[in-house]
């Protein structure tokens, strides 16, 4: 998404030629098999582990970090390799997202009309808002040491990237339709009118 906004907007000549359905579809299938290969690659190292005791894992899901608490054997070797594919797979496409938006921003900088500004802004600041949440989140998940963190606050916020930023994403990304907005704000000052007259 990242990308295809910086064409949009810095490169607006080049999107059509750049943007074919060829390299879309090259695009989709680069990043499913690079994601099913960073899932084999923790699954294949973790079936390697020796489990014993307790089987049930404190957490809404079956997340690297309780499981890796559940092993009675030495789990560096899954740690460095999680770190490794961290770095990989979400820590350099974060930093192309950076670059991207700061392009973008540059861009946008250089419009003279303020019209041409907001309408421009507008169509990157769903997307800046969902990375924002879904990339937010993860930092205080796993960047965060879990050292001091409660359990609940752990869960609570892997609850934020899994389940709440995918629910959010057609509410977000929807908001920039006109027809919705107006719902949207019927909606809410039908409930201020509600709770004043209560």
Same mark, same amino acid.
């Given at each position: 998404? /990242?990308?295809?906004?910086?064409? /949009? ?16 579809? !090259? @695009? ?9 290969? &960073? ?10 582990? +020796? ?5 049930? #894992?404190?957490? %809404? ?13 030495? @789990?560096?070797?899954? +740690?460095?390799? /999680? ?8 820590? !350099?496409?974060? %930093? ?6 700061? %392009?973008?921003?540059? @861009? #946008?900088?250089?419009?003279? &009309?303020? @019209? ?32 001091? +963190? ?5 869960? %609570? ?13 057609? #509410? ?9 907005? +107006?719902? /949207? ?14």
């Amino acid at each position: 998404m /990242a990308y295809d906004r910086y064409l /949009a907007i810095c490169r607006p000549l080049h999107y059509m030629l750049i943007m074919n359905p060829t390299s879309c579809l !090259i @695009t989709v299938i680069t990043v499913w098999c690079l994601s099913f290969l &960073s899932v084999l690659i923790d699954t294949i190292t973790i079936s390697k582990l +020796q489990f014993c005791g307790s089987n049930i #894992i404190d957490h %809404f899901f079956c997340d690297l970090d309780p499981i890796l608490k559940l092993s009675c054997s030495d @789990t560096t070797v899954v +740690q460095l390799e /999680a770190t490794s594919l961290s770095v990989i797979f979400a820590t !350099i496409p974060f %930093f192309i997202v950076i670059v991207s938006y700061i %392009f973008i921003i540059i @861009t #946008i900088l250089k419009i003279q &009309s303020i @019209t041409g500004r907001q309408k421009v802004f507008s169509t990157c600041s769903s997307h800046v808002t969902v990375v924002s949440i879904f990339y937010g989140t993860m930092l205080c998940v796993y960047l965060v040491p879990s050292r001091g +963190q409660s359990v609940n606050i752990t869960n %609570f916020l892997s609850l934020l990237y899994t389940v709440v930023t995918p629910l959010l994403n057609p #509410i977000i990304y929807s908001l920039r339709n006109n027809d919705l907005k +107006q719902v /949207a704000g019927k909606i809410i000052r039908n409930c201020f009118y509600k709770i004043d007259k209560s």
